[in-house]
T-cell receptor
Framework: NAGVTQTPKFQVLKTGQSMTLQCAQDMNHEYMSWYRQDPGMGLRLIHYSVGAGITDQGEVPNGYNVSRSTTEDFPLRLLSAAPSQTSVYFC?????????????FGPGTRLTVT | LAKTTQPISMDSYEGQEVNITCSHNNIATNDYITWYQQFPSQGPRFIIQGYKTKVTNEVASLFIPADRKSSTLSLPRVSLSDTAVYYC??????????FGAGTRLTVKP
């Protein structure tokens, strides 16, 4: 199993550009989520999904869109990038949304918006 | 407002026991506490999870007092390879995932 994969590893955008961060998992996990990690702030939940066709907002959803058309994939879209979105983005998955299941994290995407 | 708080950094020496405490106000009866370890340029990795009292696995122990307003991750006999950032995660009220800001542990020889 590859686990949780993320592409790209690095990306530089200009303000106002759009892009999609890709996330895929091959563990047949129902629950998937996106976090952003900023210095001194830990990881903050952006959006999550408890299954194909179901998504919901986390702590910091503004400026991001998600969709979940398949169990395996959970892309994160930035429609109009802003410098405040410069961060490291992590995708995670777990067997269930139940709190007793550990989350598996991808390697991250480092995004810089100039 | 749900908030998860932990110390910014800690230093230790090889072979010592390290205890990292996390404070979690407004934790509810059914909320779990989970700890993750993160090395540079990698995603966080699960260490241990608990609900109440004490949980132990092959790498760590987690102590949760009766009031559950804090929890302590205990790493026995740390080595240089345990140098990392440790995150406390509390899931408040189902799906409201709140990480602490992370504790940078430095293990010295």
């Amino acid at each position: 199993n590859a686990g949780v994969t993320q592409t790209p590893k690095f990306q530089v955008l200009k303000t106002g550009q759009s892009m999609t961060l890709q996330c895929a998992q091959d563990m047949n996990h129902e629950y998937m989520s996106w976090y952003r990690q900023d210095p001194g702030m830990g990881l903050r939940l952006i959006h999550y999904s408890v299954g194909a066709g179901i998504t919901d907002q986390g702590e910091v959803p503004n400026g991001y869109n998600v969709s979940r058309s398949t169990t395996e994939d959970f892309p994160l879209r930035l429609l109009s990038a802003a410098p405040s979105q410069t961060s490291v983005y992590f995708c995670a998955s777990s067997y269930s949304e139940k709190h007793s299941y550990e989350q598996y994290f991808g390697p991250g995407t480092r995004l810089t918006v100039t | 407002l749900a908030k998860t708080t932990q110390p910014i950094s800690m230093d230790s020496y090889e072979g010592q026991e390290v205890n990292i405490t996390c404070s979690h106000n407004n934790i509810a009866t059914n909320d779990y506490i989970t700890w993750y370890q993160q090395f540079p340029s990698q995603g966080p990795r699960f260490i241990i999870q608990g609900y109440k009292t004490k949980v132990t696995n092959e790498v760590a122990s987690l102590f949760i007092p009766a009031d559950r307003k804090s929890s302590t991750l205990s790493l026995p006999r740390v080595s240089l390879s345990d140098t990392a950032v440790y995150y406390c995660l509390v899931e408040y009220n189902n799906n409201d995932m709140r990480f602490g800001a992370g504790t940078r542990l430095t293990v010295k020889p």
